[in-house]
């Protein structure tokens, strides 16, 4: 009897039973979660470009300085070759296009800070289709970028560009488009790209050029060859034009002005009209968006 006893104060309590194991349900993917997806990091560029003041004054300094320090600085000695024009009011088309293409080149380049601080992994792995992440960082790349080309816009008085509405909804939609092809462009280069410092000397490597190239500080009629032909394959000269060609359609200038600084993209002699300029910046913008989904989705 006794051993019986001392045999269960040694066994001790009974084991208890096994808790229950706590389920994770994933929700089945669906166009909603998807579009939710998409509004979230469309949502986060907008938080990230509102919550850093520091950055939205400094991407303005650029297009300052190119359009009140050189525009001024230049415009006693190009006078006689502008034929009335002022010369700030030549280049406005190209400095709105820059200010836009910065913008949305340093809103694609978060995605290597993401990478570099292991967010993005997070992303990858969240039950959501990889493009809807890239589509979101896009959409918000173009948002973000066309509100600061919007501040740009509103410097259109100081240059004798005129306030009509028509005028500034036309730019504004064409901000809005190089904006998304600019930003899907930024992914795409981003994508495969770890480091910041890398980055960056890829945006300066190919930006620059496309801006210097593209016309936005001087008329693309009469260049020499081999510069007429780097223009013609520089997307970026497909956004300038269109733009010049609406500022100049709304201001007073006599006909010799209209032709030698208004020419106008041609091909072979012909003329290049503007909603076909604008169809091949989306087509660019599409296609590079398409790249960098795949280049996404392909990346472990």
Known sequence: MSTTTDRAQTAGPPPAAPSPIARVHVPERSIASELRAIKIVWKRELIRFRSDKLRMVTSLVQPLLFLFILGSGLQRLSSTSTHGVNLKTFIYPGILCVSVMFTAMFSAASIVWDREFGFLREMMVAPIRRSSIVIGKCLGGATVAGIQGAIVICLAGFVKVPYAPVLILEILALQLLL????????????????????????????????FF????????????????????????????????????????????????????????????????????ILLLGIGMLGIAIWEFTTTE
């Not at 600019?182 to 890398?198: K, L, N, P, S, Y």
């Open 179 to 210: 904006a998304f092809s600019i930003t899907a462009f930024g992914v795409m280069v981003a994508a495969r790209i770890t480091q910041m410092q890398a980055f960056m000397g890829v945006m300066q490597m190919v930006v620059m050029p496309m």
């Open 213 to 280: 190239i593209s016309g936005a500080l001087f008329p693309v009629a009469g260049l020499p060859a081999w510069l007429a032909v780097l223009n013609r394959f520089d997307p970026l000269t497909y956004a300038v034009d269109p733009m010049r060609k609406l500022i100049f359609d709304h201001i007073h200038t006599n006909p010799l002005a209209q032709k030698v600084l208004n020419p106008g993209v041609t091909w072979f002699g012909w003329h290049v009209p503007g909603l076909l300029e604008a169809g091949m």
